[in-house]
């Protein structure tokens, strides 16, 4: 595992639940990870240096990164074009920035390999692609079993309540059943399953097990919802040294948001049939200024499009 950024915090966070008349210990998953500083500033070429590698992974096809596998820029030039420029929702301008970063966490943290990139799969580059933002599966290290990773990325000026219940909604309408057998079956339909590191039997057990005529109650115990939020933060904004106080402050801030949102959450969704199988993760981010990060992934994009 290689991550740019510090693991603050790791860690499953416990929330008694009640449901269909039963009550029990329900477990989700925190993660917090911070940025580094440089020169009394936070390291900006730390974070932008990172999502300029996961560009290409996230908006091209695996088909279409064999064919300009040695060709670089071009790569790049083509990758920029599958990016949207404008956010219909412009308190959440930059949430494809985040999808990007999400992407390479999923794949360098939790070691998940990317079945649906919906940044290239997107229909209309002036969309938000809809849940999920895209799709990854972990397989067991015997092969026997999986999980189904769909996972949602926003970056926000603020995590306070009004945001949170905003994704929440997200999730909810999502985790319908005709939404997650849409999922399935663009997963099973599309050819980046067959690409996989995977032999040909499990890629068969997959695209078996997603099969949209299956109950999609077997596929519920595999999900996994991992939600990031990157985000600014004032803490963050007068730092100038990861120093042991600075830490300490965001780890307070992000578990006292993450348990604010699950608390919400199970309130808003527990009424989804068989919820307590689904695993939720919220991943945090603290930046000092989001205009600026937006602004130079914009200007980034802006220079392959005039190359």
Known sequence: MWLPFEILYNDELLFDLDSDNSHYIKKEFILSLINDFEDGKWYYENFNNYIRDSIVQTTLSADE????????????????KKLRRIDADQASEGSELAEILLYWIMKDF?????????????????????????????????????????????????????????????????????????????ITWLNDI??????????????????????????????????????????????????????????????????????????KIKSIYWYKHITFHIILIPVPEKEIIVKNFLGNIDFYLAS
């Open 65 to 80: 990164r064999d064919k300009l596998f040695w060709n670089p820029h071009t790569q790049l030039i083509e990758s920029a």
């Open 110 to 186: 939790y070691w998940a390999l990317p079945i649906v990139p919906k940044i290239f799969y997107k229909q209309n580059t002036q969309d938000n692609a809809k849940w999920a933002d895209s799709v990854h599966i972990i397989v067991n290290n015997d092969e026997n079993d999986f999980t189904l990773w769909l996972w949602e990325a926003k970056f926000y000026n603020s995590i306070e309540n009004v945001r949170l219940s905003a994704i929440i909604t997200s999730v909810y309408n999502g985790l319908q059943t005709d939404k997650l057998k849409k999922e399935n079956s663009i």
């Open 194 to 267: 067959n690409k996989l590191c995977l032999s040909q039997n499990v890629i068969d057990k997959i695209k078996e097990e997603l099969n949209t005529k299956r109950s999609i109650d077997h596929i519920r115990k595999k999900l996994h919802i991992p939600i990031l939020l990157l985000h600014e933060c004032e803490i963050t904004q007068w730092e100038t040294c990861l120093s042991d106080d600075y830490k300490k402050a965001i780890k307070t801030y992000h578990i006292e948001r993450a348990n604010a949102y699950f608390k919400k959450q199970i309130v």
